[in-house]
């Protein structure tokens, strides 16, 4: 098999790091495109480190175009979580605007210039972070508006690039991923004491092993850290 190469978005977050070296140490790995909005470096050989701005279409044209290969795999590992609304009276316009923009926006502009570098001709993994509780069936709590529905929206997003994707290049697969309780930034301000957490580097060694298992029946579905499939 040809090494792979893989571009990895989000890569000064925590679990969007810890992937970038997961697959850095695999073999058979030629280069980790790793991408973060200040362009920090990773200490590794095979990791490519690049600025890009999630939001400017310029930066990320710029930037796709400056990968001089073709791509086997791309993950967005981008997201944040700040101040989830309990009830729907804390909802405010910037906040919903907010989780979009940095939870369903960043992975459609990114598909919208790195999908061209995927390969036509062999299998291909496009895959994005989302989170359980971005799952309507499986919303037994409420709140959380406007993070619950940028989940979703990125669900459906996925979605349609799996089928948009399908026609091009009948092995493409595009998928989205829950990391599981992750310790790391965004998941900081809602730990409760006494809760185990996942260290970013076992949710990423679970996540690359889901990743590596994927076929094209799993095409355009929602995968947890145990290969579990959450429901829409
Ligand atoms: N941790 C969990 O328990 C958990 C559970 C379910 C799902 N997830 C999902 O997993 C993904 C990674 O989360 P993480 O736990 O690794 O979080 P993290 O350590 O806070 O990393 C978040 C990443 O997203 C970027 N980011 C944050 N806000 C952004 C914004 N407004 N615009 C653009 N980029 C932004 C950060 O870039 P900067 O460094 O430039 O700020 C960083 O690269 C997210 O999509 C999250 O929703 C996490």
């Avoid at 279409?57 to 400056?66: A, D, I, N, P, Q």
């Avoid at 999908?115 to 001709?121: A, G, K, S, V």
């Avoid at 062999?122 to 989940?151: M, P, Q």
Wanted: net charge positive.
């Amino acid at each position: 098999m040809k090494p792979l190469n893989i571009a990895i978005f989000g890569s000064s977050g925590a679990i969007g790091k810890a992937l970038c070296v997961e697959y850095a140490n695999k073999e058979n790995i030629e280069n980790v495109f790793a991408f973060s909005r200040k362009g920090d470096t990773l200490n590794q050989k095979n990791i490519n480190s690049h600025t890009v701005d999630y939001l400017d279409e310029e930066s990320l044209k710029r930037t796709s175009l400056s990968i001089n290969c073709k791509l086997d795999i791309v993950i967005v590992a981008i997201g944040q979580l700040d101040n989830p609304e309990k009830s729907i009276k804390e909802l405010s316009a910037k906040k919903f605007i907010d989780m979009f923009k940095a939870n369903t926006i960043p992975t459609a502009l990114i598909a919208k210039y790195f999908l061209p570098l995927l390969y036509r001709d062999r299998t291909t993994k496009f895959a994005s972070l989302s989170a359980r509780v971005g799952s309507i069936e499986d919303n037994h709590l409420g709140g959380w508006y406007s993070y619950r529905a940028s989940k979703s929206a990125l669900n459906m997003i996925l979605k349609g690039l799996s089928i948009e994707q399908k026609r091009l290049n009948p092995k493409s697969i595009v998928f989205g991923l829950h990391p599981g309780t992750v310790d790391s930034k965004l998941s900081k301000p809602f730990q409760k004491n006494g809760k185990e957490y996942f260290s970013p580097e076992f949710s990423a060694k679970k996540l690359v092993n889901v990743i590596d298992k994927k076929t094209t029946d799993d095409d355009g579905k929602i995968f947890a850290w145990d290969n579990a499939i959450i429901p829409y």
